[in-house]
């Protein structure tokens, strides 16, 4: 669930204004009323939030004893 949303943010809303600050003349209001704090805003989302749903999502993958021991035990050769 937590890869859901986290694809969500990443996809559905920083990317389209990744977009279209990037472009020769952004015309996103966030962005020309202080493109300072839109790209704190946005760094401080992937940098922090998205790191900790991709964490969080990956130890509650490796903390499922049903998965756990499959993955263990495709590494260990058997």
Same mark, same amino acid.
């Not at 756990?68 to 260990?76: K, Q, R, Y």
């Given at each position: =669930? #937590? #890869?859901a949303? *986290?694809? $969500? @943010? @990443? @996809? /559905?809303?920083h #990317?389209? !204004?990744?977009? /279209?600050? =990037?472009? %020769?003349?952004?015309? &996103?209001v966030?962005?020309l !009323?202080?493109?300072?704090?839109?790209?704190?805003?946005? $760094? =401080? %989302? #992937? /940098?922090? @939030?998205e790191? %900790?749903?991709l964490?969080e999502?990956d130890s &509650?993958?490796?903390?499922?004893?049903?998965i *756990? %021991?499959?993955?263990? &035990?495709?590494? *260990?050769g058997g």
């Open positions: =669930m #937590l #890869l949303i *986290a694809a $969500f @943010v @990443v @996809v /559905g809303l #990317l389209p !204004s990744f977009a /279209g600050a =990037m472009r %020769d003349h952004p015309a &996103a966030q962005y !009323s202080n493109p300072t704090a839109f790209w704190l805003v946005r $760094f =401080m %989302d #992937l /940098g922090i @939030v790191f %900790d749903h964490c999502s &509650a993958v490796t903390r499922n004893p049903v *756990a %021991d499959s993955t263990t &035990a495709n590494h *260990a």
